[in-house]
């Protein structure tokens, strides 16, 4: 059994930036991909970004150019850089790898 710990979140104005975290409590090597996703108020869930084993990355259209995503397996963890906030980015983000969910963690841009 793996668990997912997200961190990092909170409130910031529009334009600012914050990095969330997401470690795991084995390998992160195990996991082929690993997603983080969000879930804003009223809204389905969306995948942002993706991560392979090798560092290959995917991001949504929403988020390209302004999210990164990476991961250190040496720490079982991996990151998601948020730049370039925007009122619309505000959403519960979570991390994923296959059937593995964290708790989430808020991310609210305010004017």
């Known amino acids: 059994q793996v668990q997912l710990v997200e961190s990092g979140g909170g409130l910031v104005q529009p334009g600012g930036s914050l990095r969330l975290s997401c470690t795991a409590s084995?390998?992160?090597?195990?996991?082929?991909?690993m997603h983080w996703y969000r879930r804003a108020p009223g809204k389905e869930r969306e995948k942002v970004a993706t991560i392979g084993r090798w560092g290959r990355t995917i991001y949504s259209d929403s988020v390209r150019g302004r999210f990164t995503i990476s991961r250190d397996s040496g720490k079982n963890t991996i990151h998601l850089q948020l730049n370039r906030l925007k009122p619309e980015d505000t959403a519960v983000y979570y991390c994923?790898?296959?059937?593995?969910w964290g708790q989430g963690t808020q991310v609210t841009v305010f004017v």
């Open positions: 994923n790898a296959l059937n593995y």
């Open positions: 084995g390998s992160i090597f195990t996991f082929n991909d």
